[in-house]
């Protein structure tokens, strides 16, 4: 099967638009005070977006950011 790759520039719309949406999910634990959590969160989320989605088109990867499990933000 053939990898293929969308243009640069629609790539980075696309980009542009689920790093939006993300963010709109995660908003309402910002006001508990967990920006930073948030923010690498949607970076890790990011992430297994682009791997699923170049799975999906046939590239043999592996759907992994992490090797264990993130803090609780309590600990």
């Known amino acids: 099967m053939e990898y293929n ?5 629609a790539y980075k719309k696309a980009l542009f638009h689920l790093r939006s949406q993300l963010s709109a999910v995660w908003n309402f634990a910002k006001c508990y005070g967990l920006d930073a959590d948030v923010e690498m969160a949607l970076k890790e989320t990011e992430k297994l ?3 699923f989605s170049q799975v999906m088109r046939g590239k ?6 992490r090797d264990t499990p993130r803090r609780k933000p309590t600990e």
Do not use: F, R, T
């Open 60 to 65: 043999d990867k592996m759907i992994k950011v």
């Open 5 to 9: 790759k969308i243009p640069e520039d």
């Open 49 to 51: 977006a682009i791997l």
